[in-house]
């Protein structure tokens, strides 16, 4: 099930594919990024799903070190990766702190950030390699409504925290862990 789009921004679940993980594909202008891995931890996915339609519930203005969406991710990748381009380091890091889909492993390959530009956001990424990014891609840029990505990112989390309760319910069942250990310790969403 897709919420979203694939084209702007989008998360697919296969909830039928493992009984413990949430699976899911991130998508941003039509670059799915996670390919090599897509298991999300449920309790992770909705603690970060959660977040982030915190943080973009309410119209932001543009931020002042903000030029355009390709330029400004590489000016913020290059103050993360410690790269001395000759530009101002304080606007890198200022920028650096619209980083975007920082969900644990399965996002760990990907730089993305959304900068905010009133009521709508300009969603910018890079997969990158173990140690930093790839350079001779181009960072693909997808503009989107900020009610559009609240949509899918709240229909997304009704989903994750169904799943999840449904989950903890059948380990519960179970009475074990898979593991021999107690489950009384586990929290719902």
């Known amino acids: 099930m897709l919420f979203g789009s694939r084209a702007g921004f989008g998360l697919e679940f ?3 594919r493992d009984p413990d993980l949430l699976c899911v ?3 941003v202008g039509g670059l799915r990024v996670n390919t090599w891995d897509n298991a999300f931890y449920p309790p992770l996915l ?5 977040d982030e339609l915190a943080r973009f519930r309410t119209p932001t203005a543009r ?3 903000f030029t355009s969406p390709a330029e400004s991710f590489r000016l913020a990748e290059s103050w993360m990766y410690e790269e001395d381009t000759g530009t101002d380091p304080a ?6 702190r619209y980083e975007f889909l920082e969900w644990g492993e399965c996002t ?32 693909v840029v997808a ?7 609240v949509d899918t990112l709240e229909r997304a989390l009704a989903v994750a925290e169904r799943e999840w309760s449904a989950r903890l319910a059948a380990i519960q069942g ?16």
């Open 63 to 65: 931020p002042v070190e």
């Open 108 to 139: 760990d390959q990907v730089t993305a950030l959304a900068f905010p530009d009133g009521d709508r956001l300009h969603l910018v990424c890079r997969v990158r390699d173990a140690g930093g990014p790839v350079r001779d891609t181009e960072p």
């Open 143 to 149: 503009p989107v409504s900020r009610t559009a990505l």
């Open 14 to 16: 296969h909830v039928e």
């Open 91 to 96: 606007a890198g890091e200022a920028l650096a």
């Open 46 to 50: 909705v603690k970060k799903l959660k």
């Open 25 to 27: 594909d991130v998508f």
């Open 174 to 189: 179970r009475g074990d862990t898979r593991d021999g250990g107690d489950v009384s310790g586990v929290r719902s969403p």
